[in-house]
């Protein structure tokens, strides 16, 4: 267990929060077979958004890819409680929203904080399929929202 997922993030001096009720009709995360889906994710915290706005436009690249981080940590959070993270065979497709500026591109590097940390946190199961991409509005005015596929045993 001591290298398992929670070992990781503990290292990294992250932990789990509490899964973050859902804002509208829908549920944090659905199991179908050997597939977890979880429902779109925002960088929030202890109930509050952590930001509003867009990115290349008062929330800088740096900042949305710590609050992208946030959001994987909430998708974590969503998949642990439905199966625990140590059923986890594979992190399999990450969809990354940014709300962007106009002319901001840099998506790519945004949603690298929710990549980065499924990687550290699974190894070569965490690499994954992604998008990300620029959208005019996310829900609440968030800056970023990621949603998650993985497969478990």
Do not use: W
Not at 93 to 121: C, E, Y
């Amino acid at each position: 267990m001591s290298n398992g997922p929670h070992a990781k993030l503990a290292e990294l001096g992250l932990e789990l929060p509490d899964v973050v009720p859902p804002v509208a009709s829908y549920v944090p995360a659905v199991q179908s077979g050997q597939h977890v889906y979880v429902s779109g994710q925002l960088p929030i915290a202890e109930g509050k958004l952590l930001a509003t706005g867009k990115v290349g436009a008062g929330i800088s690249a740096e900042q949305a890819k710590d609050l992208a981080q946030r959001c994987a940590l909430n998708a974590l959070a969503a998949v642990d409680s439905l199966v625990g993270l140590e059923n986890v065979v594979k992190v399999v497709k990450l969809t990354g929203f940014v709300a962007s500026a106009p002319g901001f591109i840099g998506q790519p590097a945004v949603i690298n904080g929710a990549s980065d940390l499924f990687g550290t946190v699974f190894g070569e199961a965490g690499r994954h399929a992604r998008s990300a991409v620029g959208v005019a509005e996310l829900p609440l005015d968030a800056p970023v929202e990621i949603e998650l596929i993985v497969e478990v045993a």
